[in-house]
């Protein structure tokens, strides 16, 4: 497990010397065929409507909600006022540095009153976990999602639109790749927006803020034991007077000025892309 992780930050060091900020850079990931991929797609959305899927899904997300609880007992929100009365579900972003992140945005937007069940769009790859990891993947309200045109143009629109429908946020990561412990946030991707300018839904922005504790983590090696604090920033609505393309682009912008500063605040510095060992939040390195 340490060499791994030592493994993950030199591929983020490479990253981001490169400048390559949505690249891959965790070393163990399943590697998964285009043909295996199309399986998991298709077979996600047949499921959908199945009484067998609807009963593990509650199943998944009885634990899920379990597991946000007992792993966020000491995570601060700060800013959840600013989405409490929104009335409408949206598309949620975030930094992505940690498998279990997410369980901090989902407390977040729980306390803001999305009692639902809040959506996050995952790779397909993840879907071919095995064991618990396995059927969280498969039934936790997860979407998944590859770069297949015909699912990405139909059943993937269908599937987000229908759980904004249902009054759930769907979290979409513009970072894309997780990379471990990264505190910074990085350049964004335009997935997340174009969906929201799409479906003329806000952005949920939201920054995780990482806490070194100075507490060695006796399940790993040269790292500390870290908190978190979500910083829920301001909402990002599409301007009626733009079409989709230019909303997506001017939502994006908006959301990485708000992410950068929030980040300058946190931890007071500006934000460069220059690598330094404090970039991996608890590392000794």
Not at 50 to 77: G, Q, W
Not at 211 to 225: A, E, H, R, V, W
Not at 231 to 250: E, G, R, T, W
Request: include cysteine.
């Amino acid at each position: 497990m340490a060499n791994s992780k030592e493994a993950v930050i030199q591929n983020i060091q490479k990253a981001v010397a490169a400048e390559k900020f949505h690249s891959k850079v965790e070393v163990n990931d399943p590697i998964v065929s285009l043909s295996d991929i199309r399986d998991v797609l298709n077979s996600y959305v047949s499921e959908q409507s199945t009484l067998s899927y609807k009963f593990k899904r509650f199943l998944a997300m009885i634990t899920i909600n379990n597991v946000t609880r007992a792993v966020n007992r000491k995570t601060e929100i700060i800013g959840v006022e600013k989405i409490s009365h929104l009335n409408q579900a949206g598309i949620v972003t975030s930094n992505h540095f940690n498998p279990l992140e997410n369980t901090a945005v989902r407390k977040a937007v729980y306390k803001a009153g999305y009692h639902n069940n809040m959506a996050i769009v995952s790779q397909a790859s993840n879907n071919k976990m095995n064991g618990m990891l396995g059927f969280f993947m498969n039934y936790a309200n997860i979407i998944p999602i590859a770069n297949i045109h015909n699912y990405l143009g139909h059943d993937f629109l269908d599937l987000v639109k229908q759980q904004l429908n249902d009054g759930n946020p769907v979290l979409i990561y513009p970072e894309q790749e997780m990379w471990f412990n990264y505190r910074k946030p990085r350049p964004p991707q335009r997935g997340a927006y174009f969906y929201a300018a799409t479906f003329n839904v806000p952005i949920i922005s939201c920054f995780t803020e990482i806490i070194d504790l100075g507490i060695p983590d006796s399940s790993t090696t040269n790292f500390n034991k870290v908190q978190y604090r979500v910083h829920v920033l301001d909402p990002i609505f599409p301007d009626p007077d733009l079409d989709v393309k230019q909303n997506s682009y001017a939502m994006m912008q908006k959301d990485y000025d708000q992410k950068r500063q929030a980040y300058e605040l946190a931890y007071n510095k500006p934000l460069t892309y220059d690598f330094e060992p404090d970039d991996i939040a608890g590392w000794h390195g």
